[in-house]
């Protein structure tokens, strides 16, 4: 039994489609971050899911129960599921405790109590108990909000841009801690932010949506490194597109040499077909017989980012700052480009 399952959901906003025919599967103890741009459906999917969104289609299963269908549509109250806001949505009259314990109305004064300090010692805030939200930083109001969706003890949890507030230091102290939380107590999560760097350091799966749908959800990893679509992987980090075409089964003919594949190509000779490249994925090298002409440099700590012009099309490069690469290019400077071999990924043009 997993924890979430979504099937072909639907929401309209006027006439406009919002979700589309959405599929969605999370498992016991995974989190899962919802990605994509503004206006994909991110929030109106976690709204769905917690019981806040109306006219939906579709089927939604919370740990086996269904919670919407055709005729079905549960109450957020009954769902189980944990709300963690990007605003905290803290109630300034009451202190840390009464916040914590706002939604254990069920519970005896002393099991109220028990579980409210359990929950403020795993978010590390045992000695605020007494506190106001206005007397907390913008991260230790995150943890309470935090610790009373744990009070709560939900089936689910969903998280709605919770970091976006904070700092960078205190947002990823923050996700490293939760991150924790959530897996010492067998949780499952759906994640929502704008931010991939979040996303790859919170979620154990990127769910990747455009226009309402998810088109394709793996780890971080091979969301970069073998994404379905251009969109794919325009999203998840910078992109450059050579033109190719088949030479055998293990090389690629192309304006920057014969390229090598690490792997079996599995389309025909002399098919054309575009070829993604990652900046890291190019190798540049001071070359004055080139006609390639470096246009930009951008010193980005750890490597540069150099722009490069060669045969009318424009190439982003990494070139690493580390010791014993320390070469340091300038605008104007004539360089080679040389693809180092991988499993390329290719497009059908």
């Known amino acids: 039994m997993c924890a979430l399952l979504v099937k072909q959901l639907s929401c309209f906003y006027q006439h406009n489609q919002v979700l589309n025919l959405l599929d969605l599967k999370l498992e016991k103890n995974e989190i899962v971050c919802l990605l994509g741009e503004s206006g994909c459906g991110k929030t109106t999917l976690l709204r769905a899911v917690a019981g806040l969104q109306k006219r939906l289609s579709g089927s939604i299963e919370i740990n086996g129960k269904t919670v919407n269908d055709s005729g079905i549509n549960i109450t957020p109250e009954k769902r189980k599921v944990g709300l963690i806001f990007q605003d905290y949505a803290l109630f300034p009259h009451l202190n840390v405790f009464d916040n914590v314990a706002f939604s254990l109305n069920k519970l005896t004064a002393l099991e109220k109590k028990e579980r409210v300090n359990d929950v403020l010692s795993l978010v590390q805030l045992s000695d605020y108990a007494e506190r106001f939200p206005h007397q907390l930083s913008g991260g230790q109001q995150q943890r309470i909000a935090i610790a009373r969706a744990l009070a709560y003890q939900p089936d689910l949890m969903l998280l709605d841009e919770p970091f976006s507030n904070l700092d960078h230091h205190v947002r990823f102290q923050l996700i490293r801690e939760i991150r924790s939380l959530l897996k010492a107590r067998s949780m499952s999560a759906l994640f929502v932010t704008h931010s991939k760097e979040e996303g790859f350091a919170f979620a154990d799966k990127i769910a990747l949506m455009q226009a309402g749908k998810i088109v394709q959800i793996d780890s971080a990893q091979v969301l970069y490194q073998r994404p379905k679509s251009m969109y794919v992987a325009d999203f998840m980090g ?6 190719v075409s088949v030479n055998d089964d293990y090389s690629y003919q192309s304006d920057l040499g014969l390229l090598t ?10 098919q054309e077909l575009s070829l993604l490249l990652r900046p890291e994925q190019i190798v540049i090298e001071l070359d004055q017989q080139s006609s390639a002409e470096v246009l930009e440099v951008e010193f980005l700590g750890a490597y540069q980012q150099i722009t490069v012009s060669y045969l009318n099309k ?16 300038n605008i104007g400077d004539r360089v080679s480009l040389k693809v180092l071999s991988h499993d390329f990924v290719v497009f059908e043009s």
């Open 238 to 243: 910078q992109s450059n597109y050579l033109n």
């Open 314 to 329: 424009i190439y982003i490069v990494k070139h690493s700052n580390h010791l014993h690469n320390s070469m340091q290019f």
């Open 261 to 270: 594949s690490n792997t079996l190509i599995r389309h025909k000779k002399d």
